[in-house]
């Protein structure tokens, strides 16, 4: 699953496989060239590629369990709302570090 995200410094919406080990400039905005996670470019593509294999694992599971005649429905809604939270709280929480 292709992940989006926004450049801080032009605004501008790229997918994150955009900035991976394949790109013309690995860690870079691929528009402006900001340098993303400075400090960290080192694991930035392992966690990008990591985040995109979690996120097409998770949709493939849910679909799977979804196709399956359990007497159930997931809560997608949920479920997403739920994920969305967590994030969110993860990112206060790293901003508070």
């Known amino acids: ?12 919406t790229f997918l994150l496989s955009q900035i991976g080990p ?4 690995p860690g870079r905005c691929p528009f402006c060239g900001a340098r993303f996670a ?4 080192t694991v930035l593509v392992d966690a990008v590629e990591d ?3 979690s996120a097409t694992r998770f ?3 849910i679909a ?3 196709s399956m ?3 159930f429905d997931v809560d997608v ?3 997403l709302k739920a994920i969305t939270e967590q994030v969110r709280d993860q990112e206060r929480a790293a901003r508070a570090v």
């Open 1 to 12: 699953m292709k992940i989006e995200a926004n450049c801080q410094r032009c605004a501008r």
């Open 22 to 25: 394949e790109s013309d400039a």
């Open 38 to 41: 400075r400090h960290y470019s």
């Open 51 to 53: 985040a995109e294999d």
């Open 59 to 61: 949709v493939n599971t």
């Open 64 to 66: 799977r369990l979804q």
């Open 69 to 71: 005649e359990t007497g």
């Open 77 to 79: 809604e949920g479920l």
